[in-house]
């Protein structure tokens, strides 16, 4: 993730706790920057598995989506497995779905409210949401 870009959130967030802007145990920094940090996530996955991944003692060189969906192309084994449903269920109901801003549901109905009465809209790069947050952070105090 470092290489990939991901130093970049990392730094800037490490900045606005030091210098007292964001408190990581609130959510306003999340709703107004989650999902373009999920967005450059994804872009970095996706380069990732189309990268191609040199021949080793040990392992096939290709690309990993290939060599994960197609394993037998490359005289490889397949080694994913079936999970039972019961299972799969029971996973999910220990696990909470986030939605895609990371906030609770109120907490985000909130700020959509407030973005469509001021006609705001969300973020579409970083100083859209860093304008965005101190937005949020004067008119919900």
Not at 39 to 56: F, G, P, S, Y
Not at 108 to 137: H, I, Y
Request: aromatic letters at 10%; proline letters at 4%.
């Amino acid at each position: 993730m470092r290489q990939g870009g991901g130093h970049f959130w990392i730094n800037l967030f490490k900045d606005m706790e030091s210098q007292g802007i964001v408190a990581t145990d609130n959510t306003f920094h999340m709703f107004c920057f989650t999902e373009l940090i999920q967005c450059e996530l994804d872009k970095i996955a996706t380069e990732w598995n189309q990268h191609t991944v040199r021949r080793t003692m040990e392992n096939s060189s290709g690309k990993p989506d290939i060599l994960y969906f197609l394993p037998a192309i490359h005289g490889t084994v397949d080694y994913k497995t079936e999970a039972d449903p019961p299972d799969i269920h029971s996973l999910k109901m220990m696990c909470r779905a986030s939605r895609p801003s990371g906030c609770e549901a109120d907490f985000e109905g909130a700020c959509e409210t407030l973005l469509q009465r001021n006609g705001k809209t969300k973020p579409s790069e970083q100083r859209e949401a860093m304008d965005l947050f101190a937005w949020l952070v004067t008119m919900l105090e």
